[in-house]
C-alpha cells in the first residue's frame, strides 16, 4: 500500500527485515516465463524508500517464482546495499559448485522450498532433499514457504531435516481456526526443536478480521514464548498475492504486541544478525 505514514513504534537500531522480495526493473530482469503471477515493478530504490520510512537498517530479499531459479535480479541488489543485505535463493536441478558460489559471494545464506497451491505446489522432494544436503555443508538454511495443511502432510519430512529450518509467515495457520487447530501445534512442536526458525510475518495473511490485523497477534506471541531466539520478523513487500495490502506501518505497530523490548530485541536485531552473518 502505497503511504507516507511513519509507524508510532520505533524500531531498534540494526533492525532486519528478513522478508522482501524485489521485481524489476524489468527491462532489466524480465519475469520468466511460465510465472505463476506478473508482479508490479518494485525495484531496490522502492525497497530503500520503504525502510526509510520504516527505520530499518538491515534486510534480506527472497527470491519468488516470479523468477525461478534466475536469482540476478536478486544479487544485483544485494550488490548494492554495502553489506546490509542478504538473499535466500531459489535453485534447481542445474546448479552446481559454480553457481551456488556465485550465491554465496553475492551475500545469500539460505534457499526457499514452496509448498503452497497457488504458487505451484509440492516440489520435487528428492531435489529439496539433495539441495539440503549440499546447503547444509555451506552453513546455508533451508526455508519454507507451506499452506497451513502441509505442516501436518509434510511433518515426517520436516522433522527429518537436522539443518537450520525457517518455516515463513507463521505457517500460514488462518487464524479462525484458533491456537489449538493441529497445523499450529504442530509448528508450536517443531519450534522446540534447536534447527527450527520461524517467521511472524505475513499477519496480513492469517488474519481474518482485516486490517491492522491484531488478530493475528496471539499467534505471533505464542511461537515467540516458544522459541525466542529462533523467531524473524518480516514486512512481506511487497505483500504478493494478498486479500488486504496493508500499510507496513501498521505492521511496524503490531510489534509491541508481540513481545517486551528484551524480546523484541531479539526477533528484530539479534536473531537475523546470528543467522544471516551481519557485523
Not at 120 to 149: F, N, S
Request: aromatic share 8%.
Amino acid at each position: 500500500m502505497a503511504s507516507a505514514r511513519r509507524p508510532t513504534f520505533l524500531l531498534p537500531p540494526g533492525t532486519c527485515d528478513t522478508h522482501v522480495h524485489i521485481w524489476g526493473p524489468f527491462d532489466r530482469y524480465p519475469v520468466a516465463k511460465g510465472a505463476p503471477y506478473t508482479p508490479p515493478e518494485r525495484n531496490r530504490d522502492d525497497l530503500v524508500a520503504l525502510h526509510a520510512r520504516l527505520g530499518v537498517q538491515r534486510a534480506v530479499i527472497v527470491q519468488t517464482t516470479v523468477y525461478k531459479s534466475d536469482n540476478r535480479a536478486m544479487l544485483d541488489a544485494i550488490a548494492t546495499s554495502n553489506g546490509a543485505w542478504r538473499g535466500v535463493a531459489l535453485v534447481d536441478e542445474t546448479f552446481g559448485d559454480a553457481e551456488y558460489k556465485v550465491l554465496h559471494d553475492g551475500g545469500v545464506r539460505g534457499v526457499r522450498f514452496g509448498f503452497v497451491k497457488h504458487l505451484g505446489g509440492v516440489p520435487d522432494l528428492a531435489l529439496v532433499r539433495r539441495t539440503t544436503d549440499r546447503i547444509a555443508e555451506m552453513g546455508w538454511h533451508l526455508v519454507l514457504h507451506l499452506d497451513a495443511a502441509n505442516i501436518p502432510e509434510f511433518e515426517e519430512l520436516l522433522r527429518s531435516f537436522t539443518l537450520p529450518v525457517v518455516i515463513d509467515h507463521m505457517g500460514r495457520v488462518p487464524v479462525q481456526d484458533g491456537l489449538e487447530q493441529a497445523p499450529f501445534r504442530i509448528l508450536l512442536d517443531l519450534m522446540r526443536r534447536p534447527n527450527f526458525w520461524v517467521k511472524v510475518s505475513g499477519s496480513e495473511r492469517i488474519s481474518a478480521a482485516g486490517p491492522p490485523f491484531r488478530d493475528a497477534i496471539p499467534f505471533a506471541r505464542k511461537l515467540i514464548e516458544a522459541a525466542p531466539d529462533r523467531t524473524l520478523w518480516g514486512t512481506d513487500w511487497p505483500h504478493p498475492n494478498v486479500r488486504w495490502e496493508p500499510d507496513e506501518a501498521d505492521l511496524v505497530d503490531l510489534l509491541p504486541e508481540f513481545g517486551d523490548a528484551v524480546a523484541l530485541r531479539r526477533l528484530l536485531v539479534d536473531n537475523p544478525a546470528r543467522l544471516y552473518g551481519f557485523a
